[in-house]
């Protein structure tokens, strides 16, 4: 998130700016990946394989710094969010079809994550967890609505925190650190449904597509909220400093992510597994087993984390929808606005909250919900990636500020990673 500075004589900007004031769309973005469906994931595998499976964190790093880079400087630099700018290149058709299949993974992804939440409440204080979800929703819903868009970017920052809960879990039981390690620096792939299943759902909830479309929007959204910032193609002398920020809040980001899924799997791995526990259906499942395990502590600190991830989570999910649908219909949009000045925009976003509620109310399982949000998530990412390093990659789009030569690398290797994700997910469903 971009700040004020003020300019010395001859332009060059002067900022006083803290380094915490420089996270904002990369930080949210990046901690908003580990929402309770993700949390679910790193669970299970934790649970099921032990510490073995740290070693995919290690790899979704720089392939996430390269596809999240890419989609935050398209939105920078062109002051379009990525539904716009591929509208300059691919058919309509091309962008209709990504967009439904976005709306579909978001609302799944939003139905989980509040059933999750709802139940992580019921077990705290007790009571019937579909109300609390459907509590969890409105509440999201009147925040994003009725919350001005500066204040509730610090809310979100604010609720970044909640993701030490897990930290604090680790911390409270008896760790096996050497096996960890292992676990992330000498990786052991096993060539089985359910081990190929657990590594393309961690790719598949790591590195997804409503993070590339948040975090392309919110950049566009900083610069309309900030008076003296431009799009980079027109104001190229923002580019250095702008450019640097970037950096520096993706890395952040997308580091504090992959570092709170490790902390995910190895309090699963450590508790559960260790005990012999290799199975859970749900979030709430693996906090409740915690409790015997690991104590009351450990129990809580995990079961309130996954309520406060859900509220960082639930307006990146229902954003990211509500801003790709208005961009292809040409509504105007933004968190930025008053009610009366975006009655489309919130209705689109109150629509994909809203099934997202029912999904949660309709008792689904959460982990089927996952396991088929993860699949459409690791599908769609393919074709959506493509696009963004097409575009990140185009001097008609980005005119001389293209992505720079390592981070292209990164990104098409993210997407081959995707790409094989999908193929492997295939070969073994088939056989």
């Known amino acids: 998130m971009s700040t004020p500075s003020t300019s010395a004589p001859g332009g060059t900007p002067q900022t006083s700016e803290r380094w915490w004031s420089k996270l904002g769309p990369g930080l949210i973005t990046g901690a908003a990946d580990d929402d309770p469906s993700g949390i679910a994931t790193y669970s299970q595998a934790g649970a099921q394989f032990g510490y073995g499976v740290g070693w995919t964190l290690l790899i979704t790093y720089p392939l996430m710094m390269g596809i999240q880079l890419a989609s935050a400087r398209i939105g920078r630099v062109t002051g379009q969010n990525l539904t716009e700018t591929f509208a300059r290149f691919c058919p309509r058709w091309m962008v209709a079809s990504l967009v439904l299949l976005l709306l579909v993974a978001n609302v799944i992804n939003l139905g989980a994550d509040l059933s999750a939440m709802g139940a992580s409440a019921a077990l705290v204080l007790h009571g019937h967890g579909a109300w609390y979800a459907a509590g969890f929703g409105v509440v999201s819903l009147l925040l994003q609505v009725f919350m001005s868009y500066e ?10 925190l909640s993701l030490f809960a897990y930290v604090g879990v680790v911390f409270a039981v008896d760790v096996d650190w050497g096996a960890a390690m292992r676990g992330v620096l000498a990786p052991s792939f096993q060539w089985s449904r359910e ?8 790719l598949g909830t790591t590195i997804s597509p409503y993070l590339f479309f948040w975090q392309a929007s919110q950049e566009v959204q900083d610069i309309k909220r900030v008076p003296e910032d431009r799009p980079l193609r027109v104001a190229p002398d923002q580019a250095r400093r702008q450019l640097r920020r970037l950096r520096i809040d993706t890395a952040v980001g997308m580091g504090f992510s992959n ?18 526990q290799t199975q859970i259906d749900s979030t709430e499942q693996a906090a409740a087993a915690l409790r015997p395990i690991a104590g009351d502590a450990a129990f809580l600190l995990f079961a309130l984390g996954i309520i406060g991830t859900g509220m960082l989570a639930l307006p990146v999910l229902a954003g990211s929808a509500a801003e790709a649908v208005a961009s292809y219909f040409h509504v105007r949009k933004g968190l930025d606005l008053t009610l009366a000045q975006g009655r489309s925009f919130y209705g ?55 992505l720079p030569r390592k981070w292209r690398v990164l990104g098409w290797l993210a997407t081959a990673a995707m790409a094989a994700a999908s193929v492997a997910l295939a070969v073994v469903s088939v056989g």
């Open 195 to 202: 081990y190929v299943t657990t590594v393309v759902a961690i």
């Open 259 to 276: 570092l709170i899924a490790f902390f995910v799997i190895t309090a699963a791995a450590a508790t559960l597994h260790a005990n012999g």
């Open 151 to 160: 204040r509730y970017v610090r809310v979100l920052k604010w609720l970044t």
């Open 348 to 402: 689109i976003l109150a629509a994909a909250m809203a099934i997202g509620v029912a999904i949660s109310l309709s008792g689904i399982n959460p982990i089927s919900a996952l396991y088929w949000a993860a699949v459409i998530n690791a599908v769609i990412s393919v074709p959506v990636m493509a696009a963004v390093m097409i575009a990140a990659s185009s001097r008609k789009v980005m005119r001389e500020m293209v």
